[in-house]
């Protein structure tokens, strides 16, 4: 009998366990992705952020570190996901949180396996200004900051629901704000000409998602 009673907790246990590392990798994701492309962007010969999006760090003799980075990352939050899945069950933000997060995972990926176009002079000897034409692997490439931005961006909205019915007023309002000033950033950078503007709200949403996770890690414990 004793037999008996113990294997479903200990199954049980061994589940939890599994869950939460999983919602370990989706916390890594985006505070790696992060460190990383600013480490490069502040050490790259020759890159710019202000004239040269994120993406351009996959180019150049170096470029292997950036696409890396975009497919570690992206994995490691789609990994995440499938966490959030197990550990949101099917309560409010339950299905579409987690599908929202394993896109934004699936555009890191994306981004990292299809590379964009030397541009504006980097790397070094590149002409100036944006090439005559696109690649077909850069033009694959321009897909992946839009999906990634709005599966977040969407999700905003989702988690912001679900800690509306938890009573967790402060998550929610984070999570409004994090939409609103992921939208003026990014609007922002086209008028200003200035790359940093887009990766600041692009790290805004990022670092957000990273937090959602530990969230969800600590209340699974």
Do not use: K
């Not at 505070?31 to 790259?44: D, E, G, K, M």
């Not at 850069?138 to 509306?164: D, E, Q, Y």
């Amino acid at each position: 009998m004793s037999t008996a009673t113990a294997a479903p907790s200990v199954s049980a246990a061994t589940q939890s366990a599994s869950t939460r590392r999983l919602l370990a990798c989706g916390v890594l994701a985006g505070p790696l992705f992060v460190t990383a492309t600013i480490a490069q962007a502040a050490t790259r010969d020759g890159f710019d952020p202000v004239v040269h999006p994120l993406s351009m760090l996959s180019l150049s003799e170096l470029g292997w570190i950036q696409i890396a980075n975009f497919i570690v990352c992206g994995l490691l939050a789609l990994v995440g996901a499938v966490g959030l899945h197990r550990a949101l069950g099917g309560g409010p933000g339950g299905t579409w949180g987690p599908r929202l997060f394993g896109l934004y995972g699936i555009a890191l990926v994306w981004g990292g396996v299809f590379v964009a176009d030397p541009a504006f002079g980097y790397p070094a000897g590149t002409p100036d200004g944006a090439p005559a034409e696109q690649s077909w692997h850069s033009i694959l490439h321009a897909f992946a900051a839009p999906a990634a931005g709005i599966a977040l961006l969407v999700a905003s909205f989702v988690f912001a629901r679900r800690f509306g019915r938890e009573g967790r007023g402060l998550w929610r309002a984070a999570c409004y704000a994090v939409a609103v000033l992921y939208v003026a950033l990014t609007v922002a950078a086209f008028p200003a000409a200035d790359y940093r503007w887009m990766l600041a709200g692009g790290a805004l949403t990022w670092l957000w998602a990273a937090a959602v996770s530990l969230q969800v890690l600590r209340s699974s414990r």
